[in-house]
C-alpha cells in the first residue's frame, strides 16, 4: 500500500484509517488530526483531549472551517446515532443470517435498538 503525503502550512499530512494526520513535527502537531489543528489555527484555541470536532456533512476530508463544530461528546454521539438508522428489512436480513450462530454483542445491541423502534 502506497501511502501519500501532502506538506501543508501545519507540517507534513498523511493519511491513516480514512483521517488526515499531522505526520511531521514541524510546527508541534505531530500525531495530531489535521480538522483539529485546523480548528484550533483558526479560532485561536487549544482543543482539550476530549473535544470533539463535528464534520457537518459527514465527509471527514472536508476540512474547511465552515464544514468543522466544536461539540460535547454526547451532542456528536447524538447526532451520528439519528444518522444511523438501519431499514426493518436490514435488521431481519441480520437476523435470519445469524439463526443458529452466537451473536456477537455489537449485533445484539442493534438488533435490541432496531425492535424498539417497532
Known amino acids: 500500500m502506497r501511502v501519500h503525503s501532502i506538506q501543508t502550512k501545519y507540517g507534513t499530512v498523511t493519511e491513516k484509517n ?31 483531549p476530549h473535544a470533539n470536532i463535528h464534520h ?9 472551517i465552515e464544514n468543522l463544530q466544536l461539540l460535547s461528546a454526547s451532542e456528536h454521539q447524538k447526532i451520528h446515532k439519528a444518522q444511523y438508522k438501519p431499514s426493518k428489512e436490514h435488521c431481519e436480513a441480520i437476523s435470519k443470517g445469524l439463526k443458529g450462530r452466537k451473536l456477537d454483542v455489537i449485533h445484539r445491541i442493534n438488533l435490541r435498538r432496531s425492535k424498539k423502534r417497532k
Do not use: M, P, Q
Not at 508541534?28 to 482539550?48: N, S
Not at 457537518?56 to 474547511?64: A, E, G, I, L, Y
Open 18 to 48: 480514512g483521517w488526515y494526520y499531522i505526520s511531521s513535527n514541524e510546527h508541534g502537531h505531530r500525531g495530531k488530526a489535521l480538522h483539529r489543528v485546523i480548528f484550533e489555527d483558526y479560532h485561536r484555541c487549544t482543543l482539550l
Open 56 to 64: 457537518r456533512n459527514f465527509d471527514k476530508h472536508d476540512n474547511r
